[in-house]
């Protein structure tokens, strides 16, 4: 037996199209009703053409120190979902590594707290 399972994501943008609000929701979420996030980034595989095709977006008032915990965050989920889908432990330590550096390079209090749920 199959299912759909669905992601809805909804932007407000102000007067100048930039996006001033993120919404989304997921049928199989806990939560009843769309959840704001300040950024968002998603990435398709096409493998007939072997490219990725993105969306990222943030609000317009997404502070820089924000981002840049965003973004270190980003990259241990990179590193933890790599591991899943390939198994390759040394790769993933290699992005763990590298996203480490990213957040002492930034002053980020760099440490596994700080990389957020996985």
Not at 34 to 39: A, T
Not at 51 to 80: C, G, P, R, S
Request: charged fraction near 25%.
């Amino acid at each position: 037996m199959t299912r759909r399972a669905e992601i809805k994501l909804t932007v407000e943008l102000d007067g100048e199209n930039l996006p001033s609000s993120i919404l989304w929701q997921a049928t199989d979420a806990e939560a009843d009703g769309p959840l704001p996030c300040q950024s968002m980034m998603l990435s398709l595989w096409d493998s007939e053409k072997k490219t990725t095709a993105a969306i990222d977006l943030w609000i317009k008032d997404m502070t820089v120190e924000d981002m840049n915990l965003y973004f270190y965050q980003v990259f241990h989920k990179m590193a933890d979902t790599y591991l899943r889908a390939t198994k390759n432990e040394e790769v993933a330590t290699s992005i763990h590594e590298f996203g480490d550096g990213f957040g002492n390079s930034l002053g980020l209090a760099v440490g596994s707290e700080m990389r957020g749920a996985s």
